[in-house]
């Protein structure tokens, strides 16, 4: 399980805002890194990004292919203006943007479907073809049970709600450090 601290998690977030406002005033990022060993860790990173609880938008990399801190700004970017369900997001919407990062562990074969703890765990159906991935809190956030969560990673994946339970198909978890901005809704 990944530990980080409210500092760390803290400079994550202003980081990924920081990245998008550089990003919609077409300037350079101006907040510097800060020297410290986890920001230059190669670990899974995703960038949610959420307007009155509504998805704005959400994309990260499932497994450590960069420095945490490179993850983050590839993903507030790719979150912020590439997720392809989202029209990008423009400079009036900033203000009422929440920001959360969910740090990801490595990833961990499940042998037996009474591994997978809601809450806990997030979720990956892959086989040759496809794959689909649900964070832990989507879980919590739908009150899904197990099967049910199962059965949404399927459907993330374009599979058949019950194809996890075929031969072939390999199920992965993980779990996440999951943290967030505290932003009011709009009224």
């Not at 809450?119 to 689909?132: A, E, P």
């Not at 992965?172 to 901005?181: G, P, V």
Request: proline share 2%.
């Amino acid at each position: 399980m990944i530990m980080l601290s409210l500092d760390q998690k803290e400079y994550l977030l202003e980081l990924a805002r920081e990245v998008i406002l550089a990003k919609l005033e077409n300037r350079d990022i101006r907040l510097e890194a800060k020297d410290d060993e986890i920001f230059s860790k190669k670990m899974g990173a995703f960038v949610t990004l959420k307007i009155d609880d509504e998805l704005r938008g959400c994309i990260g990399y499932v497994e450590g292919i960069k420095p945490l801190r490179e993850a983050i700004i590839d993903m507030a970017k790719a979150a912020a203006f590439n997720d392809s369900r989202f029209y990008p997001l423009c400079k009036e919407e900033l203000e009422y943007l929440q920001i959360e990062i969910s740090v990801l562990s490595e990833l961990e074969e499940v042998n037996s479907i009474d591994e997978i703890e809601i809450g806990r765990d997030g979720l990956i159906i892959r086989n040759d073809f496809t794959s689909g991935l649900l964070l832990p809190q989507v879980a919590t956030e739908w009150n899904w049970s197990r099967n049910e969560f199962l059965e949404h990673t399927c459907l993330k994946a374009g599979l058949h709600k019950n194809d996890w339970k075929l031969i072939g198909n390999k199920i992965l978890k993980f779990s996440a450090e999951i943290f967030s901005e505290k932003k009011e809704k709009r009224i």
